[in-house]
Nanobody
Framework: QVQFVESGGGLVQPGGSLRLSCAAS????????MGWYRQAPGKQRDLVAA???????NYADSVKGRFTISRDNAKNTVYLQMNSLKAEDTAVYYCNAYDVDTLKDYWGQGTQVTVSS
């Protein structure tokens, strides 16, 4: 069983900022949160920002220069700082984590981000 604690979503005006956080854990499992994906209504779930297994970062082109992913290994938590938000950033944001031993992916319950005036 994998548990996620996601927070930080909400309603913000265009140009505003939000910070998402995701902590993941599993009983007797080595679970590491890796990044964030998002899904807008009627669209597929796409990468926003994530760490690779080698610790590098990948960003969607649409968020480069505006979003920053970071992590606190001691807390097993990954963060997404989102600045200069646009209406097109509106979506449900999902945290992705994986089991180091089985390489199985897990998903959080999602947090809604709405950018609107």
């Amino acid at each position: 069983q994998v548990q996620f604690v996601e927070s930080g979503g909400g309603l913000v005006q265009p140009g505003g900022s939000l910070r998402l956080s995701c902590a993941a854990s599993g009983n007797n499992l080595r679970i590491f949160p890796m990044g964030w994906y998002r899904q807008a209504p009627g669209k597929q779930r796409d990468l926003v920002a994530a760490f690779t297994t080698r610790g590098r970062t990948n960003y969607a082109d649409s968020v480069k220069g505006r979003f920053t992913i970071s992590r606190d290994n001691a807390k097993n938590t990954v963060y997404l700082q989102m600045n200069s938000l646009k209406a097109e950033d509106t979506a449900v944001y999902y945290c992705n984590a994986y089991d180091v031993d089985t390489l199985k992916d897990y998903w959080g319950q999602g947090t809604q981000v709405t950018v609107s005036s």
